[in-house]
C-alpha cells in the first residue's frame, strides 16, 4: 500500500502533474459542486492510483478556487448517478496572467470550462485504497 496522495497545483508544469494523476478517474455528476460565493468547484472522485504497482482505486477530492465563471457541455446533469471518466486537465492563459480558462475534460465529449484568475487546487486522497480488477484501457497509439 501506497502513501496518500497530496498536491498542489498554482502553475500549468502543477496541472499537468494533477491531470495525469487524474486521468481515468471515475466521477457521479452529483459529486461536482459549485459555490458561488466561494468562487470554487469541488469534485469528489474516484481516481486509479497509476503510481501503484497493483490495480487499485481510491476516493479523492479535487478542489479548484479562484473560480470566476463556469460552464459545462455534454454533461447530463439531470442524472446525478450519472459517470463521466477523466481525460485531462488543461489551462489555456488568458490575457492577463496569471488568469485563464481551466478545462476539465471527459470521455464522451463533456467537458466543465471554468475562467478562474488563477490555477489554485488541491488534490487529495481521502480514504484507503481498495482493490480492483478493472485496468483502464488506453489503446496504443499507432505511427
Do not use: Y
Not at 465563471?69 to 488568458?94: N, Y
Amino acid at each position: 500500500m501506497g502513501q496518500d496522495l497530496k498536491l498542489r497545483a498554482e502553475t500549468p508544469q502543477d496541472l499537468s502533474v494533477l491531470s495525469a494523476a487524474l486521468q481515468d478517474a471515475i466521477l457521479r455528476v452529483g459529486e461536482i459542486r459549485f459555490v458561488r460565493s466561494a468562487r470554487s468547484l469541488t469534485l469528489r472522485l474516484t481516481r486509479f492510483r497509476h503510481e501503484s504497482q497493483t490495480s487499485e482505486r481510491v476516493l479523492c477530492g479535487l478542489r479548484i478556487d479562484s473560480v470566476l465563471d463556469i460552464k459545462s457541455r455534454g454533461i447530463e446533469r439531470s442524472d446525478p448517478e450519472a459517470l463521466m471518466v477523466v481525460l485531462a486537465l488543461e489551462f489555456t492563459p488568458g490575457p492577463t496572467a496569471p488568469e485563464g480558462t481551466l478545462r476539465l475534460v471527459f470521455s464522451g465529449s463533456g467537458e466543465i470550462q471554468l475562467s478562474v484568475e488563477c490555477i489554485d487546487m488541491t488534490l487529495a486522497d481521502i480514504a484507503p485504497p481498495r482493490a480492483t480488477d478493472k485496468r483502464p484501457l488506453h489503446p496504443e497509439i499507432q505511427s
